[in-house]
């Protein structure tokens, strides 16, 4: 399941690195963590997305 979500650009995992999934799906983009009342860390919400490559931003 891991390897579906990471070929469709949605996940990021280092290879021989244990617990190294990075989401590249911003917050805004889960509307469950609005009902639930729970806000983005700064981590998820700018630094995060900061770092990533084009790429994978324009390819959504």
């Given at each position: 399941?891991?390897?579906?979500?990471?070929?469709?650009?949605?996940?990021?995992?280092?290879?021989?690195?244990?617990?190294?999934?990075?989401?590249?799906?911003?917050?805004?983009?889960?509307?469950?963590?609005?009902?639930?009342?729970?806000?983005?860390?700064k981590l998820l919400s700018g630094a995060n997305r900061?770092?990533?490559?084009?790429a994978n931003l324009k390819a959504?």
């Open positions: 399941m891991i390897v579906t979500l990471e070929r469709n650009g949605l996940v990021r995992r280092q290879a021989d690195t244990p617990r190294s999934i990075e989401i590249l799906v911003p917050p805004e983009n889960f509307p469950i963590l609005s009902w639930l009342r729970i806000k983005p860390s900061a770092r990533r490559p084009q959504r």
